[in-house]
């Protein structure tokens, strides 16, 4: 990964540093409530810019998660700190309901996210918590999300 800081005039890039600039990496993406699920088909990517790492997941649900557990999942690189709450968008299907919940992705450690959702009744009450809504996953569900966060 190239790093970008100040630039003096009349100094060109480096092939190398232009070359590598917004480069996806894949990784590998956990899921977990609170145990790590079995996924498949899963799709985990991210570029990192400086300290600023975007973010994608795609995860086909293969396990069952544990009932009034919020949903994490892991962070390809440390976050800076977890006061920036919402950092990014998504959704998770049900697949047993054919519900479709609209997620925000806020940072509850600096290595996990859990998700908030419109149904909620508090800024700390998680998707999978009860009211949050008590969404426990099982086999057939997806999370996608795109993320962006400063890393440490």
Do not use: H
């Amino acid at each position: 990964m190239a790093t970008y800081g100040t630039f003096v005039n009349g100094v060109s890039l480096k092939a190398a540093e232009v070359n590598d600039f917004f480069k996806w990496t894949t990784f590998t993406g956990v899921v977990k409530q609170p145990g790590t699920l079995v996924t498949s088909s899963n799709i985990c990517r991210y570029a990192r810019v400086n300290d600023l790492v975007i973010a994608t997941f795609i995860f086909k649900v293969n396990g069952a998660g544990t009932a009034s557990n919020r949903i994490e999942v892991n962070l390809p690189i440390t976050a800076s700190t977890t006061s920036s709450r919402s950092i990014g968008f998504g959704v998770i299907v049900d697949s047993s309901t054919s519900t479709l919940y609209r997620v925000v992705p806020v940072l509850n450690a600096t290595g996990t996210m859990a998700f908030i959702s419109s149904f909620a009744t508090s800024l700390t009450t998680y998707v999978g918590m009860t009211n949050g809504p008590a969404l426990t996953l099982a086999s057939g569900d997806d999370i996608q999300t795109t993320i962006v966060y400063e890393a440490a």
